[in-house]
């Protein structure tokens, strides 16, 4: 679905400064799934296991091209 855009994207900033950009998203989605469960109780596992699914929904919706 997103696959031709983060392509896209990737070619034009080049690989590293893709792979920079990418890696800082993920840090911030995953401090925004911490917080979430922190605020709502939910426990180190089960924050992990969310992180895992948003990680496995990235590669299927095509952001991990």
Do not use: W, Y
Not at 29 to 42: A, D, E, P, Q
Request: glycine share 8%.
């Amino acid at each position: 679905m997103f696959a031709p855009m983060v392509i896209l994207l990737r070619s034009k900033l080049g690989k590293r400064e893709f792979n920079q950009i990418r890696g800082k998203v993920i840090a911030l989605h995953s401090k925004v799934i911490t917080n979430v469960c922190n605020r709502l109780g939910i426990e180190r596992t089960a924050r992990q296991n969310l992180i895992r699914l948003a990680r496995d929904n990235g590669k299927r919706l095509g952001f991990l091209a």
